[in-house]
């Protein structure tokens, strides 16, 4: 069994820098390649006025894998994305992004770094259609400002069209081309998460959040979207951080998983190790707090 | 052509002319009202200010002289210079933009969140700001506003007369169209087609109409909500131009033009509040209504004066049989 709690013990640091992983990158039991950091919480703290969210939790998502955070209701885990996707700044503790320090960030300002999201309850343009939902996932990569648009006409076309194939190719993707003009609003509750997941990849992120991508969803729903997450961290090699409170469907999908517990972190490892974890156990059968 | 069948065209073309001064003012409502929530009682006011701004840069007034001559105890009001009436339009242009910022900037980034009524009661606030500062920029005084005045920017001066002429040759009766109308009618429909090709086809546009839609998802998608905050507000500021612009030629430049924001409410309800091409429509139906009204049932048998009211009670009976007016999105309720 491969040892992730040895890749911990590989990094250098110099002071509180990480200089650099010794193991850069490894191979896991069936085959898949795991990259390196690319996303590091150090102690963040996060307080709702006397309340802690989030209590001094480190953890690292490395490039390819997905990641998953789990943890009963109110763990602190969508807070936890949250801070992550810069909707909330954390009190304490530091967020290091492709290497570097991240400064406080609003949202869009993360989003245009290169890390996009869903959200638990679906925030979707529900007035537009699914094909401009997407669409407006490529808003990162228009260049063409209002100007150079209506200077540079063939420039702007041309560069609609590269981001209308890309949109095209994700609708594919998560086949959804028969409903590409319907109206967002009209749709099912399954198929709004999957318009979703698809704004999100197409603006072709490094790291994509999934906030409880199968909440709400019946058995048959489930395996579909579990099947697309495999598939986009397949094809597009796309790192995957996602929360679900669902123990089994995280299990199978999961590369590392980090547990949380009214804010704090229980345990962090491969699936096997964390199932096999005593506080974790205690934490999802209920074992009382003393 | 029988006299009263062309008496009532004339009426029901000069009331699309005025409808489109209407669905102008309105304009600026639904564009700030979709993209924030913010319901901008100021916009009557903004085209005051705008019109205002535009007839002092014009004249070469020195703004805010009567605080400098008080302060300094200098007696200055103008640079002694008049600027060409684009270069004039351009200048106000960026006084508007200068205003949104400050707007977003002072005001709605520190209400982010809040209420509705709290928002409107911050633009009530904003509205007389905003017409005390016009007349401490510009003094108070009527001002005739001429953007024709020998540097083309109108029709050629024999437009209406040549309608007059083609019209009486051909129907027996010889129209007529205020040359501002017809200008005013271009213009407008130019703006409307730009405002709907930038909404639909700009990355800037689309990024608004997703802000119109869901601000988080807007946020997730990387769209800055007080970048597009400043853009409706300098959108609606440049259309408040445009309509201060007409109606200041109509009427010359004074404070009664801030009360057209209250013409444009009857707009709102029929058009809907979220809907640009409502605010048109709605418009257009207000300007032809209330003239027609008044010209065949109001004068005869009402003793006139009914277009101060006409559209008022329009929008009630929308109000009662259609509350999200023609074009607005359906209120459905979900129980």
Redesign the interface.
């Known amino acids: 069994m491969h040892d992730t709690g040895g890749i911990e013990n590989n990094r250098r640091y110099e002071g509180n820098v990480c200089v650099k992983d010794q193991v850069d990158s490894y191979v896991t039991e069936d085959g898949r390649t795991i990259g390196p950091v690319v996303m590091e919480m150090k102690n963040i703290t996060l307080r709702f006025g006397g309340v802690e969210a989030i209590k001094d939790i480190s953890f690292d998502i490395r490039e390819g894998e997905i990641r998953a955070i789990i943890g009963p209701n109110g763990a602190g885990k969508s807070s936890m994305l949250n801070v992550i996707?810069g909707?909330y700044v954390p009190q304490e503790g530091e967020v290091w992004y492709k290497g570097a320090r991240r400064p406080p960030m609003?949202?869009?300002?993360v989003?245009?770094q290169g890390i996009?999201?869903?959200?638990q309850n679906i925030?979707?343009?529900?007035?537009?259609s699914v094909l401009d939902n997407v669409?407006?996932?490529r808003?990162?990569h228009?260049k063409?400002?209002?100007f150079s648009?209506t200077l540079w006409k063939g420039r702007a076309e041309r560069e609609?069209i590269e981001n209308r194939e890309v949109a095209e190719k994700i609708i594919d993707f998560l086949e959804i081309q028969a409903i590409r003009k319907t109206p967002v609003s009209r749709l099912p509750y399954g198929l709004k998460k999957r318009v979703e997941l698809a704004?999100?990849l197409a603006?072709e992120p490094l790291l994509l959040l999934l906030d409880e991508p199968m909440a709400g969803m019946n058995v048959e729903e489930k395996e579909d979207m579990s099947r697309f997450i495999l598939d986009v961290n397949d094809e597009f090699g796309t790192t995957i951080a996602l929360i679900e409170h669902d123990m089994g469907v995280v299990m199978d999908l999961s590369d590392r998983v980090v547990v949380m517990d009214y804010g704090k972190k229980i345990g962090d490892g491969t699936p096997h190790e964390v199932r096999n974890n005593q506080e974790v156990i205690d934490a999802y059968l209920g074992v009382s707090h003393d | 052509m029988p006299e009263q069948l062309a008496y009532t065209i004339e009426v029901f073309l000069n009331g699309l002319m005025a409808g489109v001064l209407y669905a102008l003012v309105a304009l600026g409502f639904v564009l700030i009202y979709k993209a924030s929530g913010i319901f901008n009682y100021a916009q009557g006011v903004m085209a005051l200010f705008a019109a205002m701004t535009l007839v002092g840069i014009q004249n070469g007034q020195v703004p805010f002289a009567h605080l400098i001559n008080a302060i300094f105890g200098t007696d200055v009001h103008k640079f002694g210079w008049s600027v060409h009436s684009f270069v004039a339009i351009a200048l106000t242009v960026v006084v508007m933009i200068g205003l949104a910022w400050a707007v977003q900037r002072f005001v709605f980034r520190h209400l982010v969140g809040q209420e509705a009524i709290i928002l409107f009661m911050a633009t009530i606030g904003l509205a007389y700001l905003l017409e005390g500062v016009a007349d401490l920029m510009w003094g108070s005084e009527l001002k005739a506003l001429d953007v024709c005045a020998a540097e083309g920017v109108c029709l050629p001066q024999g437009l209406n007369s040549w309608i007059d002429e083609t019209t009486f040759e051909t129907f027996g009766y010889g129209f007529f169209i205020d040359n501002l109308d017809i200008v005013a009618s271009i213009v407008a429909a130019i703006l409307v087609v730009g405002l709907v090709m930038f909404a639909q086809y700009t990355k800037q546009g689309r990024a608004m109409r997703a802000v119109a839609d869901d601000h988080q998802a807007a946020l997730s998608v990387g769209v800055s909500l007080n970048f597009i905050w400043i853009l409706v507000w300098s959108l609606a500021g440049f259309v408040a131009l445009v309509a201060g612009i007409m109606w200041g030629a109509k009427s010359g430049v004074q404070f009664s033009l801030s009360l057209i924001a209250l013409k444009a409410l009857p707009v709102l309800m029929l058009g809907g509040f979220t809907s640009i091409p409502g605010a048109i429509v709605g418009g257009l139906i207000i300007g032809v209504g209330e003239k027609l009204f008044e010209f065949l049932i109001g004068a005869p048998f009402l003793g006139g004066a009914t277009e101060n009211w006409f559209a008022y009670m329009l929008a009630l009976l929308f109000l009662v049989f259609r509350p999200q007016g023609l074009f607005g999105e359906r209120i459905i309720e979900r129980v």
């Not at chain 1, 996009?116 to 959200?119: I, L, S, V």
């Open positions: 996707s909707f609003k949202p869009f300002q989003a245009q996009a999201r869903t959200f925030a979707l343009f529900e007035g537009m669409m407006t996932g808003l990162t228009m063409t400002g209002i648009q609609e704004r999100a603006a």
